[in-house]
């Protein structure tokens, strides 16, 4: 049973050029969660997706980011118009389902991540 | 707002030694909390959880008690090893929706 798989795991662009990173989930997972690691820094939450849907995107930057989860394929992380800033490690997390409830929590899977570098 | 504050790194022990990170959230409701490892290269790995309060989390020896009165998740073992240095992060999750909110990562070296 296959984990979380991300590609590409390390991705160089230039300034200016769009970067687009893959997620594909567990097996019958279908909430999808994104997170970025600046260097020496925690991951933050970017957005969270279920099938064709986005729940929550509080986390995304308002320009150039963009983030999909179609009914057929992986998740998809869009990054337009790269600049140096964007420089980070992406992690996806996919989950069973989220479990909106007081006492249980489902568990998130960590994808290996892609490193991101924009020169 | 929520939000996890853990204490800084890098904690430099040697092997056998006892290890303390300490770690502290601000939260509206009941925040599960939890305890990652990430390893060089590598993507986070969930090393323990506690869903509400005076839950004890433990595996590989690590343990982690929810205090909801010091609003705490500290984590501990009682003899690190080598193999254990690594980063490691606090989180609490986000009840509606499960996402997660990281502190900003202890990182742990245990030399022999």
């Known amino acids: 049973n296959a984990g979380v798989m991300q590609n590409p795991r390390h991705l160089v662009r230039r300034r200016g050029q769009e970067a687009r990173l893959r997620c594909s989930p567990m097996k019958g997972h279908s909430h999808v969660y994104w997170y970025r690691q600046l260097p020496e820094e925690g991951l933050k939450f970017m957005v969270y997706l279920q099938k064709e849907n986005i729940i929550d995107e509080s986390g995304m930057p308002k320009e150039r980011f963009s983030a999909e989860f179609p009914k057929e394929g992986p998740s998809i992380l869009r990054i337009q118009q790269v600049v140096r800033g964007d420089s980070a490690a992406y992690f996806c997390?996919?989950?069973?389902?989220?479990?909106?409830?007081?006492?249980?929590?489902?568990?998130?899977?960590f994808g290996p991540g892609t490193r991101l570098t924009v020169l | 707002g929520n939000s996890v504050t853990q204490m800084e790194g890098p904690v430099t022990l040697s092997e056998e030694a006892f290890l303390t990170i300490n770690c502290t959230y601000t939260?509206?409701?009941?925040?599960?909390l939890f305890w990652y490892v990430q390893y060089p290269g590598e993507g986070l790995q969930l090393l323990l959880k506690a869903t509400k309060a005076d839950d004890k989390g433990s595996n590989k020896g690590f343990e982690a008690t929810y205090r909801k009165e010091t609003t705490s998740f500290h984590l501990e073992k009682g003899s690190v090893q080598v193999s254990d240095s690594a980063v490691y992060f606090c989180a609490l999750s986000v009840r509606d929706t499960d996402k997660l909110i990281f502190g900003t990562g202890t990182r742990l070296q245990v030399f022999p």
């Open positions: 939260a509206t409701g009941y925040p599960s």
């Open positions: 997390a996919s989950s069973l389902r989220a479990s909106g409830r007081v006492d249980s929590y489902n568990e998130q899977f």
